[in-house]
């Protein structure tokens, strides 16, 4: 095809070199005429006549093979031009089937990929299959958790090595020091997914451990395995509406410091972290404001005993519910959706019953925040000022103070907070710095109790706790960490108690 192609075009090329060469042929001898004709202009008439004949014949001819030439040169002209339009459709061509070429090797690399993920979809299906958990609902159901072991060394007296809340005496009664580990703090878990109800989405999930908190109560830690539930949850999920009912921690304290060896109670717990779990349901609405930011506004009501460690035990008497705990919550959010800046307020009342016919209003107003401040920093932390907020986990562990012959009692004054400086590196990797403080009016506490009683949680006026952590996560579903906390405990009487804490965990999680 290439050499009729350039025929084609030269043919034309050499016909056109003939034309040119053929016209300065002939107009130079056109141009000799004239002085022949001046030569014989005194020669008679006839022969004046003749010449001008023949002159007249030679320029008729001379101008019929030009035109002869034009013609001759339009149409080679033509030609090239067609020949350029064919040149070019052909280079289009030739382009368009590299192109085709080409397309072709990656739609069959594309057809080979798929059967490939076809292949592997048909095997985790195959092994789903085998290895599904089913339910009666015949909607999907998932078994979490995370197999957690904590190795510990502790350095002076605390109420619990395993997961220490407050420092103690050191005195013949608790151990000095103390080593060892365990795997109490691994938790296992269900999530499912529920159908739709009025269009929102339903899930559940519920989430226990084998953790012995009741091993406080005597200050010494037991080797019993105890299976209780920690948290539980039902779901109701709206674009910008969220309903909830279940054991949780307060709506008031959404927050809490990141940590793997304190999971059984978060960290900080009775050291500025209101975390208790408590039945509740709660509202939360969305509603998005100017310049991407969003504000939540959130109500819950709950039931206000805890069942944990609080100050009624010291006194004997009884209490009766009189009304609910009610909790509100207006948040601000502006920023990434994935790592916002936050700022809340919130607050807590309740009503209870003592001693016959003794009523005390329950209270706390609490804040919370979260700053991304610059990359990879973020700051976090709470604040509580508020009165009878032991079932939330604070106020040194006491609602209320009574004198030792029960005539009279107080809902006990309490304030406290926690804040963590962390550094997410990567996703793999993070560094956290956290301080929390919990204390109660030394003056309600110190008139208000029976100085013969035992626990040392009746006599705690104020609760320190700091330290950091390092957290490496070398594959998505294994956590390695290693933690550092200090403990500052002060009581009604003595002076200021101390200890120290070192951790290291290594986690599973599925």
Same mark, same amino acid.
């Given at each position: 095809?290439?050499?009729?192609?350039?025929?084609?075009?030269?043919y034309?090329?050499?016909?056109?070199?003939?034309?040119?060469?053929?016209?300065?042929?002939?107009i130079?001898?056109?141009?000799?005429?004239?002085? !022949?004709?001046? &030569?014989? #202009?005194?020669?008679? $008439?006839? *022969?004046? +006549? /003749?010449?001008t004949s023949?002159?007249e014949?030679?320029?008729a001819?001379?101008?019929?093979?030009?035109?002869?030439?034009?013609g001759?040169?339009?149409?080679a002209r033509?030609?090239?031009?067609q020949?350029?339009?064919?040149?070019?459709?052909?280079r !289009?061509?030739? &382009?368009? #089937?590299?192109?085709? $070429?080409? *397309?072709? +090797? /990656?739609?069959?690399?594309a057809?080979?990929e798929?059967?490939?993920?076809?292949?592997?979809?048909?095997?985790?299906?195959?092994?789903?299959q085998?290895?599904?958990?089913?339910?009666?609902?015949?909607?999907?159901?998932?078994?979490?958790?995370?197999?957690?072991?904590?190795?510990? #060394?502790?350095?002076? $007296?605390?109420?619990?090595?395993?997961?220490?809340?407050?420092?103690?005496?050191?005195?013949?009664?608790?151990p000095?020091?103390?080593?060892?580990?365990?795997?109490?703090?691994?938790?296992?878990?269900?999530?499912?997914?529920?159908?739709?109800?009025?269009s929102?989405?339903?899930?559940?999930q519920?989430?226990?451990d084998?953790?012995?908190?009741?091993?406080?109560?005597?200050?010494?830690?037991?080797?019993?395995?105890?299976?209780?539930?920690r948290?539980?949850?039902?779901?109701?999920?709206?674009?910008?509406?969220?309903?909830?009912?279940?054991?949780?921690?307060?709506?008031?304290?959404?927050?809490?410091?990141?940590?793997?060896?304190?999971?059984?109670?978060?960290?900080?717990?009775?050291?500025?972290?209101?975390?208790?779990?408590?039945?509740?349901?709660?509202?939360?609405?969305?509603?998005?404001?100017?310049?991407?930011?969003?504000?939540?506004?959130?109500?819950?009501?709950?039931?206000?005993?805890?069942?944990?460690i609080?100050?009624?035990?010291?006194?004997?008497?009884?209490?009766?519910?009189?009304?609910?705990?009610?909790?509100a919550?207006?948040?601000w959010?502006?920023?990434?959706?994935?790592?916002?800046?936050?700022?809340?307020?919130?607050g807590y009342?309740?009503?209870?019953?003592?001693?016959?016919?003794?009523?005390?209003?329950?209270?706390?107003?609490?804040?919370?925040?979260?700053?991304?401040?610059?990359?990879?920093?973020?700051?976090?932390?709470?604040?509580?000022?508020g009165?009878?907020?032991?079932?939330?986990?604070?106020?040194?562990?006491k609602?209320?103070?009574?004198?030792?012959d029960?005539?009279?009692?107080?809902?006990?004054?309490?304030?406290?907070?926690?804040?963590?400086?962390?550094?997410?590196?990567t996703s793999?990797?993070?560094?956290?710095?956290?301080y929390?403080?919990?204390?109660?009016?030394?003056?309600e506490?110190?008139?208000?109790?029976?100085?013969?009683?035992?626990?040392p949680?009746?006599?705690?006026i104020?609760?320190?706790?700091?330290?950091?952590?390092?957290?490496?996560?070398?594959?998505?579903?294994?956590?390695?960490?290693?933690?550092?906390?200090?403990?500052?405990?002060?009581?009604?009487?003595?002076?200021?108690r101390?200890?120290?804490?070192?951790?290291l965990?290594?986690?599973?999680?599925?």
């Amino acid at each position: 095809m290439t050499a009729r192609v350039a025929g084609k075009v030269i043919y034309p090329h050499i016909l056109l070199a003939v034309v040119l060469g053929l016209s300065h042929v002939l107009i130079p001898i056109r141009a000799e005429e004239p002085p !022949q004709a001046a &030569n014989v #202009a005194a020669s008679p $008439s006839s *022969s004046q +006549a /003749t010449a001008t004949s023949a002159d007249e014949a030679s320029m008729a001819d001379v101008l019929r093979r030009l035109d002869e030439m034009r013609g001759q040169l339009e149409g080679a002209r033509r030609q090239i031009e067609q020949l350029q339009s064919e040149v070019s459709t052909l280079r !289009q061509q030739i &382009n368009a #089937a590299g192109e085709n $070429s080409a *397309s072709v +090797a /990656t739609l069959q690399e594309a057809v080979n990929e798929v059967k490939e993920d076809q292949e592997i979809t048909h095997s985790q299906v195959t092994t789903l299959q085998q290895t599904k958990i089913e339910s009666y609902s015949l909607y999907p159901v998932s078994f979490t958790g995370m197999v957690l072991l904590n190795s510990y #060394a502790v350095d002076g $007296s605390v109420d619990n090595p395993a997961l220490p809340l407050i420092a103690l005496s050191r005195n013949t009664f608790y151990p000095h020091h103390s080593l060892g580990a365990t795997l109490n703090q691994t938790q296992l878990g269900i999530d499912a997914a529920g159908p739709r109800l009025w269009s929102a989405r339903t899930s559940a999930q519920i989430v226990a451990d084998f953790f012995d908190n009741k091993g406080y109560t005597s200050s010494t830690s037991t080797a019993y395995n105890y299976f209780h539930i920690r948290t539980a949850e039902i779901d109701l999920d709206w674009p910008h509406t969220h309903v909830t009912a279940g054991l949780e921690a307060p709506l008031i304290s959404p927050l809490s410091p990141t940590s793997f060896a304190t999971v059984a109670e978060p960290s900080l717990a009775w050291a500025g972290n209101l975390w208790t779990w408590l039945p509740q349901l709660t509202l939360e609405q969305r509603v998005e404001m100017v310049h991407g930011s969003r504000a939540v506004l959130g109500f819950g009501i709950l039931d206000p005993e805890s069942g944990d460690i609080t100050g009624e035990v010291a006194s004997g008497i009884q209490r009766q519910n009189l009304q609910p705990g009610y909790e509100a919550r207006i948040a601000w959010e502006w920023g990434e959706e994935a790592h916002p800046f936050e700022l809340a307020a919130n607050g807590y009342y309740t009503r209870q019953l003592f001693y016959g016919d003794e009523k005390f209003d329950f209270w706390a107003g609490t804040a919370d925040w979260r700053f991304p401040i610059v990359k990879p920093l973020e700051i976090s932390g709470e604040f509580y000022r508020g009165r009878g907020i032991g079932d939330l986990g604070g106020g040194a562990f006491k609602n209320i103070a009574t004198v030792y012959d029960n005539e009279q009692s107080k809902s006990v004054d309490a304030e406290g907070g926690w804040t963590q400086l962390a550094a997410r590196f990567t996703s793999a990797a993070e560094l956290n710095a956290f301080y929390g403080i919990d204390a109660a009016n030394s003056g309600e506490v110190r008139f208000g109790i029976p100085m013969a009683a035992a626990s040392p949680y009746l006599f705690l006026i104020r609760n320190e706790s700091f330290g950091g952590n390092f957290i490496l996560r070398p594959h998505t579903y294994l956590v390695v960490s290693a933690e550092y906390r200090g403990l500052r405990s002060w009581y009604v009487l003595g002076p200021m108690r101390s200890a120290q804490n070192m951790t290291l965990t290594m986690g599973y999680i599925f």
